[in-house]
Nanobody, 123 residues
Framework: QVETVQFGGGLEQAGDSLRLSCVVS????????MGWFRQAPGKEREFVAC????????NYEDSVKGRFTISRDNVQNTVYLQMNSLKPEDTAIYFC????????????????WGQGIQVTASS
């Protein structure tokens, strides 16, 4: 049984930093593309970042490029999202997800999802 647990959300001031963690068990973590998505109130879920199986390739949504960094630890079965220079528009529920296919910005490619965690950046 696959279990995905997220940590690290919270309330920060705009300009501050936050790191999200997502620990996955019940699958061969190193085989999976890992992604982060977010959903703000009244909006659809959107792609944030993704990383390939060995961490060598990552992609980002344009609004977070240069501010957010995705990384992974295949020994700890964990994917991270380091968020710097937070903006109020980053406020959302953030989800990690695991996929066996390479279309990493498409939420439909992901089979397993975390429970979601709230990130709030106040102005």
């Amino acid at each position: 049984q696959v279990e995905t647990v997220q940590f690290g959300g919270g309330l920060e001031q705009a300009g501050d930093s936050l790191r999200l963690s997502c620990v996955v068990s019940g699958l061969t973590f190193s085989r999976y593309v890992m992604g982060w998505f977010r959903q703000a109130p009244g909006k659809e879920r959107e792609f944030v970042a993704c990383i390939n199986w060995n961490g060598g390739i990552s992609n980002y949504e344009d609004s977070v490029k240069g501010r957010f960094t995705i990384s992974r630890d295949n020994v700890q079965n964990t994917v991270y999202l380091q968020m710097n220079s937070l903006k109020p528009e980053d406020t959302a529920i953030y989800f990690c997800a695991a996929s066996l296919v390479s279309s990493c910005s498409d939420s439909r490619a992901y089979a397993y999802w975390g429970q979601g965690i709230q990130v709030t950046a106040s102005s």
